[in-house]
């Protein structure tokens, strides 16, 4: 395993390189690699000194539209907007969602495939050229709020900048929860609310971070309960699969922030990595 010096590293491009995997922490984020902006107004808690999640409500509702659209399967996509700064330190803004309508259906299984990507990628040159990837979101129908082992994995290696995020959402309970890195590993944080469309926001809808840790406790977060379903979901897939992921390595090679493409021939053929990446400059 390669270590590598946290934030001051910088590549042959002069970009920072990525920090640290073991330690990766909301708390490394550089204030002044962001631009400023004040945040708009929200609900569902208050503006604290450290980075903090707004998600718009017209995102959510497209999440909870997506993932009740086919209750018993999960589905995913990822969360799209920029990294701000304000008085109060660095702060998340989730603007938009794009349906990972390229997944496979086998299995039900959330996974980024090649298809996956490409699609995101063609909405993000299209639709949002200013934005970037901020994390994503999948959802868990009847099982809870919490990370699998698979998805610990995904964060990883496709969302490990130390400023995305995870949101899962179980569309039979009504619940979702973000997730973000602290200590090294994606942990629940209560995230804030601009109320940009009418949605309905009560508080079993965002289950707090005890409550989650507490469900986390019950349940395990080694696996995904899933009820009625073989135990293939959130496994990673056979090796043999190309557009799946492997454990332990990467499915695709980690842009270094700033970096906007892959260098050509570096992607297994028909394959792309999130090219919003990286911090505007
Ligand atoms: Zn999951």
Redesign the pocket.
């Known amino acids: 395993m390669t270590t590598k010096t946290p934030i001051d590293a910088t590549d042959d491009d002069g970009s920072l390189a990525p920090v640290s995997r073991a330690n990766r922490d909301a708390a490394q984020i550089v204030v002044t690699d962001w631009p400023r902006r004040d945040m708009p107004a929200f609900t569902g808690g208050a503006r604290e000194p450290r980075y903090q999640v707004l998600v718009r409500q017209s995102v959510l509702n497209k999440i909870h539209r997506h993932g009740k659209s086919v209750e018993e399967t ?1 589905v995913c996509g990822v969360l799209v907007g920029n990294v701000h700064h304000d008085a109060a330190g660095p702060w998340l803004y989730v603007e938009q969602a794009i349906e990972g309508n390229g997944a496979t259906e086998r299995a039900a299984q ?1 996974t980024f495939t090649a298809e996956t990507w490409a699609h995101i990628q063609l909405v993000m040159d299209r639709d949002y050229p200013d934005r970037r990837i901020l994390g994503w979101y ?1 959802t ?1 129908p009847g099982f809870g709020i919490f ?2 082992d ?2 610990v994995f995904i964060q990883d290696n496709f969302f490990g900048e130390p400023w995305q995020v995870a949101l ?1 959402y179980d569309p039979k309970a009504g619940e979702e929860g973000l997730f973000l890195w602290r200590n090294g590993r994606p942990q629940p944080d209560p995230f804030l609310v601009e109320s940009d469309e009418p949605g309905r926001i009560d508080p079993h809808h965002h289950p707090g971070p005890r409550r989650l840790l507490r469900h986390a406790r019950e349940h395990g977060v080694g696996r ?1 309960r899933r009820p009625r379903r073989p135990p293939r979901r ?1 496994r990673a897939p056979p090796a043999h699969d190309p557009d799946a992921p492997r454990a332990p390595g990467p499915l695709l090679p980690r842009l270094a922030p700033g970096r906007r493409r892959l260098p050509a021939g570096s992607a297994p053929p028909g394959t792309r990595a999130p090219a919003h990446h990286a911090p505007v400059r």
């Open positions: 999960e959330v999948h868990h990370l699998s698979m998805d899962v995904c959130h």
